[in-house]
């Protein structure tokens, strides 16, 4: 076992399968304690089995927690945090393409609950013990998708028309926008914050939904990458030194890359923030928290 990230705390979503497997296989074979959050018991359970056998470390675990659902974040949250105090990673990796428009308990499109919403409050509220680690990381997985996208203010759950792809790659472009803004918001702290971009990726990223995802499917084993590689830049983004300035970067393939100038737009990005905010329904002292990782930096 590579030792590196002995002692350190990593949160994985998504670990139950595709990109946020590997990436927590990558963790946990540095030594990190990773908690592994995704849905279906049975699986997730089986996966952070297999995991701990591969790579030698006891020190995963899962957590069950269907993050479409607010309040499910919210009990993965408080358990994440009753279990370790303090964060050194957190990524943000689950998502899904919902090719027709469904509703989450909440009453909210899934895309945007569990693609953007959930990363969103989790963050916020894991911020106290991403705050007490002493170089915090949090790393989203984004998508090229993202430069398809666009945020919408005035619709952003889609209700007037529902299109897979453009809820898709709102989602995916939020990740990079909740990015840019994080890391402004952190600035001067020494948490840090980075999006990437994959790759084409042979996971199980859209199984079985119509027949559009199955040819994409057939595609993605004929012309992907794996799973390991392209949680690469995802583990590049964790764990090395080089991107120590670079907070608030999106990536590909290790190096950084210009994102859509939407995300980089700071009105924009702040007023889809607020938005946020109101939709996963922030107590003050939630947002505080942020501020509080803020003023003691
Ligand atoms: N594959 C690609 O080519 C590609 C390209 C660009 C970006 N990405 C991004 O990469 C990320 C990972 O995708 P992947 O390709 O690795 O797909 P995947 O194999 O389908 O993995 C998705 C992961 O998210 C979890 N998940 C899905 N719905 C969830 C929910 N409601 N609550 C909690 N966990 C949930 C799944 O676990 P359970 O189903 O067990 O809950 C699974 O662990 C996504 O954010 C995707 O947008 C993928």
Same mark, same amino acid.
């Given at each position: ?88 990673? *957190?990524?943000?990796?689950?998502? !899904? ?10 009453? &909210?499109? @899934? #895309?945007? /609950? ?103 499917? *057939?595609?993605?084993?004929?012309? !992907? ?10 583990? &590049?983004? @964790? #764990?090395? /030194? ?56």
């Amino acid at each position: 076992m590579n030792e590196d990230l002995v002692g350190k705390v990593a949160v994985v979503t998504g670990a139950s399968s595709g990109i946020g497997r590997e990436l927590a296989r990558g963790l946990a074979e540095r030594g990190a304690t990773v908690l592994a959050v995704s849905r279906g018991s049975g699986s997730g359970q089986r996966v952070v089995d297999e995991l701990r056998l591969s790579t030698g470390n006891e020190r995963v675990r899962f957590l069950p927690a269907d993050l479409s659902s607010l309040a499910e974040v919210r009990s993965v949250a408080a358990l994440i945090t009753a279990e370790e105090p303090r964060i050194d990673l *957190l990524v943000n990796n689950a998502g !899904a393409y919902f090719a027709r428009r469904t509703t989450t308990v909440d009453g &909210y499109e @899934a #895309t945007f /609950a569990l693609n953007h919403l959930a990363p969103f409050l989790l963050t916020h509220l894991l911020a106290e013990g991403l705050a007490r680690a002493p170089q915090a990381r949090v790393v989203g997985t984004a998508s090229a998708a993202s430069r398809a996208g666009r945020l919408r203010l005035d619709d952003p759950m889609l209700e007037r028309r529902y299109d897979g792809w453009a809820a898709y790659s709102q989602s995916k472009l939020a990740n990079v926008a909740f990015t840019v803004e994080l890391a402004r918001r952190l600035e001067g702290t020494p948490t840090s914050a980075y999006a990437f971009h994959p790759g084409f990726v042979d996971s199980g990223f859209g199984a079985g939904s119509t027949v559009m995802n199955r040819l994409l499917r *057939l595609a993605a084993r004929l012309f !992907a990458r794996t799973p390991e590689q392209g949680a690469d830049t995802g583990i &590049y983004l @964790a #764990t090395s /030194a080089e991107v120590a300035g670079a907070s608030g970067g999106y990536f590909a393939d290790r190096k950084r890359i210009q994102p859509k100038a939407a995300a980089l737009d700071r009105g924009l990005g702040e007023r889809f923030w607020r938005l946020s905010e109101e939709l996963v329904g922030l107590t003050p002292q939630e947002r505080a928290a942020l501020q509080r990782a803020q003023r003691a930096a």
